[in-house]
């Protein structure tokens, strides 16, 4: 008896001690918060929120390095899914055909630094990489500019393509001052 009112004792003692562990973390992280505070410093607010809101991580993250990587690996999902849209096209003007000959090997270019940006161990570089990727997005239109294929599928493409750009570096932003 003795021995079961001290062990009874010993756990209120110690959920006296975890229970305002418990509440003061309950209110330290309302869901979206960190998400929140990064999309309204962004030019695209709904931009922002939505790709960072299709990853579930971005629930209760915790620092904006998190945030960062889930934007670009939103981008790497849909610069692949463009550099293979751009592949299956096999008719066409002859202006958007020419362009895609170029802008195939250009996205090659956006998927690959999306993807190391991540392996640099400066945040400065991260930052350079994925505007490098914005390079080949603006590389890309300037062909199809010069094709006279802008009114076609390839403009709103890659202006796409440079809002994640955009969002990639404000959030690397972030990152780099919590580094
Ligand atoms: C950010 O949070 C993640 C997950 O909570 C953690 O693994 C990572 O080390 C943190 N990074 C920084 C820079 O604080
Ligand atoms: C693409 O972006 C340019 C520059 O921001 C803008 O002028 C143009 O209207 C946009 N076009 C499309 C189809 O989204």
């Known amino acids: 008896m003795a021995t079961n009112y001290f062990s009874f004792a010993k756990i209120l003692i110690l959920f006296s001690f975890i229970y305002p562990i418990l509440i003061s973390n ?3 992280s309302k869901p979206y918060e960190l998400v929140n505070q990064a999309c309204h410093k962004n030019a695209n607010v709904k931009f922002c929120m939505d790709v960072l809101k299709s990853d579930i991580n971005s629930k209760f993250a915790k620092n904006f390095t998190t945030l960062a990587k889930i934007a670009v ?10 550099r293979d849209h751009f592949q299956g096209v096999k008719t066409g003007p002859p202006g958007v055909l020419k362009s895609l000959k ?10 690959m630094e999306f993807k190391v940006c991540f392996n640099e161990d400066e ?8 505007l490098v990727a914005g390079d080949e997005a ?8 010069f094709n006279g294929a802008q009114d076609s599928f390839i403009t709103p493409t890659n202006n796409v393509t440079l809002e994640f750009v955009r ?3 404000s959030l690397v932003d972030l990152t780099c001052s919590e580094m």
């Open 26 to 28: 309950a209110y330290s």
């Open 73 to 82: 690996n939103v981008a790497i999902r849909y610069s692949t899914r463009t």
């Open 102 to 111: 170029e802008c195939i090997p250009a996205y090659n270019t956006v998927i």
């Open 123 to 130: 945040c400065g570089l991260v930052r350079y990489d994925i």
């Open 138 to 145: 603006e590389r890309c239109q300037r062909i199809a500019d």
């Open 167 to 169: 969002l990639g570096s």
